[in-house]
């Protein structure tokens, strides 16, 4: 008997370090170390050392984009997934980018269910800063790709309803860590309590109100900030 297999479509993909890519990368990776699943990767991305990354059941094509332009990709891996579609019959479309999944409509047209990983919502996320007409012309989008998708993924109900699609069809995972990673660590030796730090700092993620709470409160005295 065949082993079932899930397609992946990440444009970005390891070793890319944002968020989309390493969520990506760890499902495909465990998927197959935990299931009856083989994973099938479609992605941008160079990986230079596949040794990095290989894993029994983990299967990598990459389609290299010359425009550096998403949508672009997305319609040259047309062929590929058409393709493809013969061995999976589930499809797992990782953004942003957002592009990719207007192809949505061609994978339930080929007979696959589709999940959609959002993580963060696309058109109401309150970080960027868009127009009214370019905000609505993304909620459209939005919308538009989400109808075909048998199930949607982000990271919290606060995203959820940020996202405009069918609340019935949410799924919240949260962002986590490879566990294989984390337990290779040696704990960092400190007569301190520590608070560890691993986000963004910018404007829109500013810390400044924690860092004023810890120096005025004694409570927080004797502890250590450590950024990630």
């Given at each position: 008997?065949?082993?079932?297999?899930?397609?992946?479509?990440?444009?970005?993909?390891?070793?890319?370090?944002?968020?989309?890519?390493?969520?990506?990368?760890?499902?495909?990776?465990?998927?197959?170390?935990?299931?009856?699943?083989?994973?099938?990767?479609?992605?941008?991305?160079?990986?230079?050392?596949?040794?990095?990354?290989?894993?029994?059941?983990?299967?990598?094509?990459?389609?290299?984009?010359?425009?550096?332009?998403?949508?672009?990709?997305?319609?040259?891996?047309?062929?590929?997934?058409?393709?493809?579609?013969?061995?999976?019959?589930?499809?797992?479309?990782?953004?942003?980018?957002?592009?990719?999944?207007?192809?949505?409509?061609?994978?339930?047209?080929?007979?696959?269910?589709?999940?959609?990983?959002?993580?963060?919502?696309?058109?109401?996320?309150?970080?960027?800063?868009?127009?009214?007409?370019?905000r609505y012309l993304k909620l459209f989008f939005e919308a538009l790709v989400c109808l075909?998708?048998?199930?949607?993924?982000t990271v919290n109900p606060y995203c959820q309803e940020l996202i405009a699609a069918n609340?019935?069809?949410?799924?919240?995972?949260?962002?986590?860590?490879?566990?294989?990673?984390?337990?290779?660590?040696?704990?960092?030796?400190?007569?301190?309590?520590?608070?560890?730090?691993?986000?963004?700092?910018?404007?829109?993620?500013?810390?400044?109100?924690?860092?004023?709470?810890?120096?005025?409160?004694?409570?927080?005295?004797?502890?250590?900030?450590?950024?990630?």
């Open positions: 008997m065949n082993q079932k297999k899930v397609l992946f479509i990440a444009y970005n993909y390891f070793p890319f370090k944002e968020v989309g890519a390493t969520r990506v990368n760890y499902w495909s990776k465990e998927l197959p170390l935990n299931s009856n699943f083989k994973s099938f990767v479609l992605t941008s991305t160079k990986i230079n050392h596949m040794a990095d990354i290989s894993v029994d059941g983990l299967e990598i094509k990459r389609i290299p984009t010359f425009t550096k332009n998403p949508f672009v990709w997305s319609l040259k891996i047309i062929p590929a997934i058409f393709n493809l579609t013969r061995k999976c019959r589930i499809a797992v479309i990782s953004g942003g980018p957002f592009s990719p999944f207007f192809l949505s409509y061609l994978l339930r047209f080929l007979g696959c269910k589709v999940i959609l990983d959002f993580r963060d919502p696309y058109a109401n996320n309150p970080l960027h800063k868009v127009n009214i007409i370019k075909p998708a048998n199930k949607i993924i609340k019935k069809k949410f799924t919240i995972i949260d962002n986590g860590f490879d566990e294989k990673t984390v337990n290779s660590l040696t704990p960092h030796k400190t007569s301190l309590n520590t608070i560890g730090y691993a986000g963004k700092i910018n404007p829109s993620r500013n810390i400044n109100a924690f860092l004023a709470t810890m120096v005025k409160s004694h409570v927080y005295m004797n502890f250590k900030l450590i950024y990630i």
